[in-house]
Every structure is written in C-alpha cells, then in structure tokens.
C-alpha cells in the first residue's frame, strides 16, 4: 500500500454519518462520526473532572450525551445543527433522555466510542443518497 500524501489526506472523505429515525420529533436527524476535535473536546471535559471535586464530576457526565448528541447533528449540508454555547446552554437537556440515549449510542457506533471502539463497523459507501453514507 502506498504512502498517502498531505493533500490526499486533507481531501479524504472518512467521517460515516446515518439518518436516525426520531418518531418522537416527528421525522429524521443526521449524525455524523464526531471529528477528532469534537471528540478530544467531549473527551477532555472527562478528563479534566477526574481528580476533581464530586459536583464537577457530575456535572461534566449530566452533559456527555448531549455533547455527543450536539456535536454530530448536522443538517442536509453536513453544517452542524447546535453551536458549542446551545448545547452548553443545555438546549438538547430538556428533550427525552430516552432519545438522547439511543442517539449517543448511535454516535458512539458511528464514531467507534465506547462499547464499539474495537468492532468493525460496516461501511456503508454502496449506499445510496437518502442512505448511510460516508461524507462530508
């Protein structure tokens, strides 16, 4: 296998996104395998509770879903639907932990978190555009 070049990597397209049924919002969301900056940022506020005060521990867990959530919503065009202050601001703590959870899960799989970090997740390149895809 050949070496790949700077530019090959910067035009690579490697992050999976899926269309995820949420009946309970009447429709669809897009989410997207988190990029490695959203990732570190959502794996940094982890580490950083650690060692700390109780409260603090807490508080960055009451939030790790809703980032998780937040970050890898985007919308038709791959922009992302909540900016950094909305989920902060608690926008997506309100809705139904129950869809939250299913929809971190979906994230987690997708950006080969937690329980899915060493499976092999399918591709879904063949799909078509209404489709799991990877893309932007």
Request: hydrophobic fraction near 40%.
């Amino acid at each position: 296998m050949a070496l790949v070049s700077k530019a090959q990597i910067s035009e690579a397209v490697d992050r999976r996104w899926e269309d995820v049924p949420v009946p309970e919002w009447g429709g669809e969301v897009r989410l997207m395998s988190l990029s490695a900056a959203d990732r570190g940022y959502i794996e940094a506020g982890s580490v950083v509770a650690n060692g700390q005060t109780p409260q603090l521990k807490v508080d960055s867990l009451k939030v790790y879903r809703e980032k998780l959530v937040g970050m890898s919503m985007v919308d038709e065009t791959f922009g992302r639907v909540y900016s950094n202050k909305e989920i902060a601001d608690g926008v997506l703590g309100k809705k139904d932990g129950a869809v939250i959870e299913r929809l971190a899960a979906k994230v987690q799989e997708l950006s080969g978190m937690g329980r899915f970090a060493h499976k092999e997740i399918e591709g879904n390149s063949d799909a078509d555009p209404s489709g799991s895809s990877a893309s932007a």
